[in-house]
């Protein structure tokens, strides 16, 4: 039995089963892109934070009901499972399940920001902050016009490691 806060942000990792990369090709991080974008108008939320990467997503958002996470989450896995799987034969589990953090303070909201858009290039898909301009499975040039861009490269730069398991409490 799970229980999420209500009134609260959560940072989310979701991996694929055995580290597959479902998302490899950028016509599948679309996929879930599309999903991600899908569900922000159904459940009414804004992403402060996504990136899609080749075999996990992060997502950072605030409900105000927190027992609504169980549905968004069934309707993204699903909704993405459907449309990676439809046109293949033989059908497949792509989840590994997901992580749930959530965020109680100021400097943690800012770190997950930082580590979220970040991610593309901890993971090697872009040579440098500056290319995560053309990253188009992240929101970094949203970012970029509302803290401007040194301000996002500033808060990405901050994340030591850009490492995933990091103890977002601590300095």
Request: aromatic share 16%; with cysteine.
């Amino acid at each position: 039995m799970k229980f999420y806060l209500d009134y609260n942000y959560f940072f989310i990792t979701c991996r694929t089963l055995d580290q597959e990369k479902y998302f490899a090709e950028d016509y599948q991080k679309q996929i879930v892109l599309n999903k991600i974008l899908e569900i922000a108008k159904d459940f009414n939320i804004n992403f402060e934070a996504y990136c899609i990467l080749s075999n996990h997503y992060h997502l950072f958002f605030y409900l105000a009901n927190g027992e609504d996470l169980k549905d968004l989450m069934k309707n993204i896995n699903g909704g993405i499972s459907y449309e990676l799987n439809k046109n293949m034969e033989e059908k497949r589990n792509i989840w590994d399940g997901y992580h749930i953090v959530n965020i109680f303070s100021e400097e943690a909201f800012y770190r997950v920001i930082g580590y979220i858009i970040g991610n593309p290039f901890k993971h090697g898909l872009v040579k440098s902050l500056d290319d995560l301009e053309s990253y188009k499975f992240c929101n970094y040039n949203e970012k970029a016009k509302e803290f401007g861009k040194e301000g996002i490269n500033e808060i990405i730069a901050r994340v030591k490691n850009l490492n995933w398991e990091i103890n977002l409490e601590k300095k």
